[in-house]
């Protein structure tokens, strides 16, 4: 059984920065693609982020040039560093292991609130 542990959420004011975590088990991060998906109230989850075995990423337009994901194969962890943060982006997010067209694997999520 993977697990999915992501880290990092919390309470910032708008402008701010946040650096979420997810730490996999086993070497799964190092084999497959990764994601980043947020879910905000009354919402459809969607991708925010993702990142190749090999470190290529791609991003939603509506966070690009803001939001910059990476892996760390040693730690077998991948990390979302959120930047200039708007209340937009207020969300639950998503650690994901992606295989083909879907989702092998998801995180339990953590809750980034971005409000004055």
């Known amino acids: 059984q993977v697990q999915l542990v992501e880290s990092g959420g919390g309470l910032v004011q708008p402008g701010g920065s946040l650096r979420l975590s997810c730490a996999a088990s086993?070497?799964?991060?190092?084999?497959?693609?990764m994601g980043w998906y947020r879910q905000a109230p009354g919402k459809q989850r969607e991708l925010v982020a993702t990142?190749?075995?090999?470190?290529?990423?791609n991003y939603a337009d509506s966070v690009k040039g803001r939001f910059t994901m990476s892996r760390d194969n040693a730690k077998n962890t991948v990390y979302l560093q959120m930047n200039s943060l708007k209340p937009e982006d207020t969300a639950v997010y998503y650690c994901a292991v992606i295989a083909g067209a879907g989702v092998l694997y998801w995180g339990q999520g953590t809750q980034v609130t971005v409000s004055s």
């Open positions: 990142i190749t075995s090999g470190g290529n990423t």
């Open positions: 086993g070497s799964i991060s190092r084999i497959y693609a």
